[in-house]
């Protein structure tokens, strides 16, 4: 069974549809990397998977229950591009708190060791540097024990270095038997983490497959120009 799945479903918003009957699946281990333009559906398929919107037609599954459902939340975790905590509390105190959400939680230093917060723990958020404060955010979303993880955009705004070492402790969560899934517009950073690639266009998926597989549809030898490569074809079927 897939860790989580969208089967056949649409969302409309007014006169807009915003996923038009698309089926979408996590497997257990894997880090599946959603891409797709700004308005491509992206946003909202989480947002249903997170239990944040309903489906108008098809099923959404977490962990075999419904995404709203208490059991997924307490297996799921989730870093967010529009997340914000208070810059006046400690690294520490802040995964102190998130942790206290869940039954089983992992212990704060391993938390800690497993978001690269050595040596900061005590240190005000607010105080922070911009990839130390993204480090914490995942380490919110990874401090209840989670066996999935959806990360929209986690590295947008990072240097390389940053970047790079989120990359590691991303990883880390996968190499622990963790599932995630991945929104991002870099596509190296698909292109270097992801185990399956899904490509999203105006609601609808139109090519999937490992990021190998997507290079070698269109003969290209990097994702981002296999990525627009898709994104033309699609837009010429449509015309067409």
């Given at each position: 069974?897939?860790?989580?799945?969208?089967?056949?479903?649409?969302?409309?918003?007014?006169?807009?549809?915003?996923?038009?009957?698309?089926?979408?699946?996590?497997?257990?281990g894997e880090l599946l990397a959603l891409l797709g333009p700004n308005g491509a559906g992206k946003t909202t398929a989480v947002r249903i998977l997170l239990g944040l919107a309903k489906a108008d037609s098809g099923t959404a599954a977490v962990f075999g229950c419904p995404p709203a459902s208490q059991e997924a939340k307490l297996r799921r975790g989730a870093l967010l591009q529009v997340a914000k905590v208070p810059e006046t509390l400690r690294v520490r105190e802040h995964i102190e708190l998130f942790s206290s959400y869940y039954p089983k939680p992992l212990a704060l230093s391993e938390t800690i060791r497993a978001a690269g917060l050595g040596g900061v723990e005590n240190r005000l958020f607010g105080d922070l540097s911009g990839g130390q404060k993204q480090r914490v955010l995942f380490a919110l979303a990874i401090c209840g024990n989670p066996d999935l993880l959806f990360l929209d955009e986690p590295t947008v705004g990072l240097d390389v270095e940053a970047r790079r070492a989120l990359w590691g402790h991303i990883r880390g969560f996968v190499g622990r038997g963790g599932s995630v899934l991945l929104t991002t517009h870099h596509m190296e950073e698909a292109d270097a983490l992801a185990n399956r690639v899904a490509v999203i266009n105006q609601g609808r998926i139109i090519a999937e497959g490992t990021p190998a597989d997507i290079?070698?549809?269109?003969?290209?030898?990097g994702l981002e120009d296999a990525f627009l490569e898709l994104l033309k074809e699609d837009a010429m079927e449509e015309v067409a």
């Open positions: 069974m897939p860790v989580a799945e969208l089967r056949r479903v649409t969302k409309r918003y007014g006169a807009i549809e915003a996923l038009r009957g698309i089926d979408l699946r996590i497997d257990r290079k070698a549809r269109t003969a290209q030898t």
